[in-house]
């Protein structure tokens, strides 16, 4: 029987084949490759490129992350730091766990659509200041813009809130840039503790249905004690920056 690496060294698909197969164009894998996205094809007789289950594994993986609402160039970094050596199974695993941890909030939404949501008609200086917020961003397409139906109803009654708009960006850049920094040594925490073990031990099965249980747990948990140790801070910052003399 021929096992998955075997499977992977033999790559079977022409372009049209994976992009029916990944449900994208054409036109979509061959930009996904000049970006360097994807591996390039393996050359074949008569100078045909075949790709693998690699290659399917790893467009499944590129579509999860835009679904999450990164840019492209956020997805190169991304798919920089996966060790090159990753089988179809590999990227798989990291794409349930990306899964887990997306926003389902996200959406595409029409800016009629978006004042009926609101409540209110909302001038182009009222969507440029929850954009700042990070309520909704634009999407190339003119009205029509990816909101996060959770931070809407408050970006809608801060709007009224006398906050300038530069104030609102320094908060908002302060705020991911900390964000980040505690992302990324959560991220190195989890493959330390987590994703390295699942591939020493084999890719066990039992091991892996254990990692997907924890990634799905953890999520919750991480935002409570970011939320949780945020009003904290904030309370005791606040305190003291207003104390009396």
């Known amino acids: ?11 079977g ?20 490759g000049t970006r ?18 690699g ?5 499944a993986l590129i579509e999860e ?6 840019t492209l160039a956020a997805i190169e970094r991304y798919l920089e730091q996966l060790p090159p050596d990753l089988s179809a199974q590999d990227l798989a695993v990291h794409r349930a766990l990306v899964a887990s941890w997306a926003p389902e909030s996200a959406e595409t939404i029409t800016r009629r659509e978006l004042e009926r949501r609101a409540g209110r ?25 990816r909101l996060d139906g959770t931070l809407l109803r408050l970006g809608v009654e801060l709007l009224d809130v006398p906050i300038g708009h530069d104030t609102i960006l320094a908060s908002r850049t302060v705020l991911l840039d900390h964000a980040r920094s505690a992302a990324q040594e959560l991220a190195r925490l989890f493959q330390e503790e987590v994703w ?23 999520q919750p948990m991480v935002v409570q004690a970011l939320v949780t140790a945020f009003q904290r801070s904030l309370s005791e910052e606040l305190r003291s920056a207003f104390r009396s003399p």
Not at 36 to 53: D, E, F, K, Q
Not at 55 to 59: G, N, T
Not at 122 to 132: G, K, M, P, W, Y
């Open 13 to 32: 698909y022409t372009v049209d084949e994976l992009a029916a197969r990944a449900g994208v164009t054409v036109r979509t894998v061959r930009f996904y």
């Open 36 to 53: 360097g996205l994807l591996p390039p094809p393996v050359i074949g007789p008569r100078r045909v490129g075949r790709y693998g289950t």
């Open 1 to 11: 029987m021929e096992d998955e690496s075997d499977a992977e060294a033999q790559p």
């Open 121 to 145: 008609e909302l001038a182009d200086r009222d969507v440029e200041r929850l954009a700042a917020m990070g309520v909704l961003e634009a999407t190339g397409e003119a009205e029509v813009f």
């Open 55 to 59: 290659h399917l594994a790893r467009l």
């Open 65 to 70: 992350l835009q679904r999450q609402g990164m």
């Open 196 to 218: 390295n073990p699942y591939r020493e031990s084999g890719r066990d099965p039992d091991h892996l249905t254990a990692m997907k249980s924890l990634s799905a747990h953890m």
